[in-house]
């Protein structure tokens, strides 16, 4: 299936999402096999559901620059997934405030004098600073075409969940700020799993939550690594394309490559 269209936005590493573009090393979208209904769409939050950018302007004003949105979540990600590997569960803000505390030790303690005040917290200490960053999530904006494919999954009697390497209650008020809560059915965190995505533990964790079978299950999200993880647990796939990048080889390749969440719903065998 191509990519009916491109969008550019930070991924949930901060780098750009390898996505596929013409050429080698595309993937080739498959259509599910007849009788291969789709139950469920378990969905990414961050960068998948969600417009990053904020967050880079909310760095702008405490003394960074809005491009060290990309390093803050790459060593955010870095050091969770190493975490998760010596099998410690480690809490999202803790890794990403402690990550953001050292970008801000290294640029000195407080914001340039000549930044704009805007909303910043003024002459704010460090760990304010870092909090005010980290506040940001809960009012990230929707990509556009989550509304929509949101809405669209509903009407075709596709249950909904969320499954965050971030705090349930933070993406809970971030959906609620955009007014779409009642269209997501769970909103799950691997705070209560074993592991971080994309370890097998988290997304096994997902399906007790929603008792359904892996085969039924589609993991939707903008970054490979996490269609990687999700598929090598035995769930179907979603790459959602936001980022012109060539999908890396050594990821297992995704069921369904589309634009949007508002594509992927059009694409999806409901339930009979």
Known sequence: MSVDEQHTSPD???????????GAGRPTAQTAQPGRAVRAVVLDV???????SPLGERLAEVGLAASDLRAWFAQTLRDG???????RNADFAEVAGSVLATMLAAAG??????????????????GEAVQYVLDGF????LHPDVEPGLRALADAGIRVAALTNGSAGVTTAMLANAGVEQLVERVLSVADAPA?????PAYRYGLR????????VVLAAAHPWDVDGATRSGLRGALI??????YPPYFARPEFTVSGLDALAQQLPAPR
Do not use: Q, Y
């Open 12 to 22: 949930e590493s901060g780098a750009s999402t390898p996505a596929p573009t013409a």
């Open 46 to 52: 961050n960068g998948t559901l969600t417009d990053m």
């Open 81 to 87: 997934f190493a975490v998760a590997v010596a099998g």
């Open 109 to 126: 303690d407080r914001p340039a004098d000549d930044r704009p005040a805007g909303d910043r917290p003024a002459d704010t200490d460090r």
């Open 138 to 141: 809960r009012t990230l904006p």
């Open 196 to 200: 971080w995505k994309p370890a097998p």
């Open 209 to 216: 939550e929603l008792g359904l079978p892996a085969s039924s």
């Open 241 to 246: 394309a936001r980022n012109r990048s060539v």
